[in-house]
């Protein structure tokens, strides 16, 4: 997966997670979030978990493939974070 500019940027990073459907978002090396990507309705979705205290950032927003639904994972991230 490729890093978006405006996370590398800031430092950041993306490691892929425990399954094909993570992925975890570094900062300095750090994992602060966490998205994985699940079936929704017919399509898919992209939960966002803060991974230092389990709070929610994703919209529920719905998507065509799951790859989508990872790369709208990424937009929804940094408009929550206003980057």
Known sequence: ??????LKLRDGNLRAGLN?????VLLNEHPQYRLV???????????????NNGK???G??????SNAAFTGGLQ??????GW
Not at 60 to 65: A, N, P
């Open 37 to 51: 990507t699940k079936p929704a309705k017919g399509n898919f979705t992209c939960s966002i978990t803060q991974t």
């Open 60 to 65: 529920g927003l719905t998507y065509q493939t």
């Open 20 to 24: 094909d459907t993570t992925w975890l």
């Open 56 to 58: 929610r950032l994703d």
């Open 76 to 81: 929804e991230l940094r408009e929550k974070l």
């Open 1 to 6: 997966m490729n890093v978006p500019d405006w």
